[in-house]
């Protein structure tokens, strides 16, 4: 037989599907919303963490780097000083045991200042020069007015040991430049201007008798130094020796 379902029963039916429906839409709904609170949670705590890691990793790294360049810097400032300090350490010694060689030589043979002739002063200059890196050392002694008198007759008279000095100094001076590594020609070694109004021997020393002035300070004073202008500074010994060699 035939069984005919009521209109309540399927009226129920269809409220609790509906109930169902509402249900299942609003745990849906409610998921979504919990996935998308997550999702954001997640991407936050990345976004967080990447922000402090990449921090973290600039800081350290600017910081390692201010570091090595602090040190790299400290260490090629103390290279310099110390460089520097050798180069003048280096110079006074030589200085000083050059001093040191003409005070023990005019001692020795019972000689005064200014009128000292240190012997093998090529050799001994050439030395200094290496020792010192310099490219040239001169002996100038300090003559007084007092004195000024005596030392231009000492000089005139043993103006011969600047050209024996000379042809002795020419095999040193190659050999120190050599060692420097320096090379220039002979118009680089050039110290001094031609002079005007000096007096100069025609005996082929080209030896100028007087105290003079090369005018490198003051090209007007160039000449004969006056007298009552002293003290003065002649350059009686040097190393290398110009060519031609030069008087007092």
Known sequence: HSQLESPKATQSESTHQSQTDELSASLTTK??????????????????????????VYLY?????????????????HQVIQSFHDTVERTIEAIGGLSTTYT???????MTFPNVTLPDFALRGSHARIQSGSYIVHYMPVVTDETRDGWESYALENRYQINKENERDKYYRNKQDAAIALARGESGRRLQAAAR????????TRFRPKIWNNGALNPNNRGDEPPGVG???PIWQRSPINDPPQGP
């Open 61 to 77: 790294t600017r910081n390692e780097e201010q570091a090595a360049f602090s040190k790299h810097f400290s260490d090629s400032a």
């Open 31 to 56: 998921e979504t919303r919990w996935v998308n609170i997550l999702r954001v949670a997640v991407l936050s705590v990345l976004l967080l963490t990447a922000t402090i890691l990449s921090t973290g």
């Open 197 to 204: 109004n000096v007096t100069s021997l025609d005996d082929g």
């Open 104 to 110: 023990s030589y005019a001692l020795d043979q019972n």
């Open 231 to 233: 003290p003065y500074l």
